[in-house]
């Protein structure tokens, strides 16, 4: 092999030709590193989109929870550095979803029972008309002849009923494929849940390095800044509308509501999202109105408009945007765009990405003097 002759003896033109090509060979070989990765990770993506709000949920779960378990951990070590201690929180975690649900399936299923029979019984003697529209102000004979008129012949009530078999059919069998698909997300939920729990630690410590290797220090702060925002979101939002539905819970079992339990747990879930609340105490109230107390009615909606005025407009801003310091508007859009772009995870999502554009856009206003 010929001799190699040293980098002194070679002309100054070469050696800058050789440095340069030797940069433009290693720039290449980062370009195509990056468009690999970048590949895969599409590809990855696209493999578990049908599971990615799974894993969302889990994550959520986790973050939201991940200060008690960090307390569990410290009170017993032995039991956490196993599988006992996750798998306890898991079980506890599904628990909280598996036994409302199974309240309100059971209360379904009576409700549906008791449905299938009164519409047995109009097929065959129709539906009378309700003592309450005797009773309005305004239009009573009007609503009482039209009501007469289709309802009260029962040849109008099967026509009428037999017209929305087929649409019946169609809409069970989708509610049936919905209610297989949200269970098995929720399982793979649950899952990913348990191993966020058992490598917990691990999985922490591998996001700081990648978000320090990828944006320095800054990329921590926004890190913990959607932390705080999940916490305050969880707190704002769950704990709260949890609240709201104790609270109104007891105001229907005093106002002789029918199911006060059921249109609690109602309630609770529909507080979760601000202002739709009064849609389920809408609802309740016009049950007891019929019944015919009109009192209880008009009390149990004021008090359950005074409850969601008070709720959405100074506990749920303090508690998610005082965490993160986000104005009520930020939180507000946050909640709702969330909503309405990604489902109920977008109640969590939609906050998170605010409160990140709020700290990105307080970096660029003040500088190295804003607050985190």
């Known amino acids: 092999m010929p001799n190699t002759p040293p980098s002194s003896l070679v002309p100054a ?11 433009r060979s290693k720039r290449g070989q980062e370009m195509a590193r990056s468009l690999l990765a970048l590949f895969i990770v599409g590809v990855a993506l696209y493999t578990v989109q049908g599971f990615l709000p799974a894993l969302a949920w889990g994550g959520v779960f986790a973050i939201a929870t991940w200060p008690l378990y960090s307390r569990a951990c410290r009170m017993w070590p032995n039991a956490a550095r196993g599988t006992l201690l996750p798998l306890l929180f898991t079980a506890v975690m599904a628990l909280l979803f598996v036994i409302p649900l199974t309240l309100l399936t059971l209360e379904a299923i009576g409700e549906a029972q008791s449905a299938l029979e009164w519409l047995d019984h109009a097929r065959k003697f129709g539906v009378p008309v309700p003592d309450v529209i005797q009773h309005l102000p305004i239009g009573s004979a009007s609503i009482a002849h039209l009501w007469e008129t289709h309802l009260s012949n029962p040849r109008d009530v099967s026509g009428l009923l037999g017209a929305l078999d087929s649409k019946g059919v ?19 939920s649950i899952l990913t849940l348990f191993f966020l729990y058992k490598d917990g630690v691990s999985v922490i410590r ?13 990329g921590e702060s926004i890190a913990r800044q959607i932390v705080a925002s999940i916490h305050g979101s969880v707190q704002g939002l769950v704990l709260v509308g949890i609240g709201e539905g104790v609270l109104m819970g007891i105001v229907y079992l005093f106002a002789h509501a029918p ?16 202002f739709c609340a009064m849609i389920a105490i809408g609802l309740v109230s016009l049950l007891i109105l019929i019944s015919g107390a009109s009192v209880a009615a008009i009390v ?15 506990v749920r801003p303090t508690l998610i945007g005082g965490t993160t310091k986000l104005p009520f508007l930020w939180v507000l859009l946050g909640i709702l765009g969330g909503a309405e772009m990604w ?6 999502i939609g906050p998170a990405a605010m409160a990140a554009l709020n700290l ?7 500088g190295n003097n804003a607050e985190v």
């Open 259 to 274: 199911h006060p339990a059921l249109f609690g747990v109602i309630t609770a879930v529909a507080a979760m999202i601000p």
């Open 206 to 218: 591998q996001c700081r390095v990648a978000s320090c290797r990828a944006f320095g220090r800054r």
């Open 170 to 188: 169609m809409v069970t069998r989708a509610l049936g494929s919905q209610i297989a698909h949200r269970g098995t997300l929720f399982c793979f």
């Open 343 to 348: 489902g109920l995870i977008g109640l969590f």
């Open 300 to 314: 149990t909606f004021c008090i359950g408009a005074t409850v969601i005025f008070v709720a959405d407009h100074f």
């Open 360 to 366: 990105i856009w307080r970096r660029w206003a003040y």
């Open 13 to 23: 033109h070469q050696r800058c030709g050789l440095i340069k090509a030797s940069q």
